[in-house]
């Protein structure tokens, strides 16, 4: 009988982990930076870098809402001006601001922390383009 159970426990473990391993969240090939950039525009990139976890972030920009997980990645161009950057979690809303001029790169890194109690608490930086370029390597474009 005590057989039983611990199998069953065993077996529902292994589906609950199969199934955060495979995650809904499309994603493409590994970083391919983009050439040009349009003119009288910037290109910004907004990545997680590879950290172990399996929880996914929400990241939203005027443009797109996303699903971030870890190792991936998406962009967007954006006119000159303030663009604003979010990032959700259940207790709380991260957000950044940044003044973009036309024909330059930005790196966004999100980062997952966690609290005390395993909550997910987003963070959200620019990062400077020698960093961005390292560490977005790492990562899979998320497709739309």
Same mark, same amino acid.
């Given at each position: 009988?005590?057989?039983? $159970?611990?199998?069953?426990?065993?077996?529902?473990?292994?589906?609950?982990?199969?199934?955060?391993?495979?995650?809904?969240?499309?994603?493409?090939?590994?970083?391919?930076?983009?050439?040009?950039?349009?003119?009288?525009?910037?290109?910004?990139?907004?990545?997680?870098?590879?950290? &172990?976890?399996?929880?996914?972030?929400?990241?939203?920009?005027?443009?797109?809402?996303?699903?971030?997980?870890?190792?991936?990645?998406?962009?967007?161009?954006?006119?000159? &001006? $303030?663009?604003?950057?979010?990032?959700?979690?259940?207790?709380?809303?991260?957000?950044?601001?940044?003044?973009?001029?036309? &024909? $330059?790169?930005?790196?966004?890194?999100?980062?997952?922390?966690?609290?005390?109690? &395993?909550?997910?608490?987003?963070?959200?930086?620019?990062?400077?383009?020698?960093?961005?370029?390292?560490?977005?390597?790492?990562?899979?474009?998320?497709?739309?």
């Amino acid at each position: 009988m005590v057989l039983d $159970k611990t199998f069953i426990k065993i077996v529902i473990a292994i589906f609950f982990l199969f199934m955060a391993c495979t995650s809904c969240v499309p994603l493409g090939p590994h970083f391919v930076g983009i050439n040009e950039i349009p003119i009288n525009q910037s290109l910004i990139y907004v990545y997680r870098p590879p950290d &172990g976890t399996i929880r996914t972030m929400e990241v939203s920009t005027e443009a797109r809402d996303v699903v971030m997980l870890s190792g991936s990645y998406f962009y967007f161009q954006a006119i000159p &001006g $303030k663009v604003t950057i979010w990032s959700k979690s259940p207790i709380m809303v991260e957000s950044l601001s940044i003044e973009v001029e036309p &024909g $330059k790169i930005y790196f966004i890194q999100a980062v997952a922390n966690f609290n005390f109690w &395993g909550r997910l608490l987003p963070h959200l930086a620019v990062v400077p383009t020698s960093v961005g370029e390292e560490e977005i390597v790492q990562c899979q474009i998320i497709r739309e």
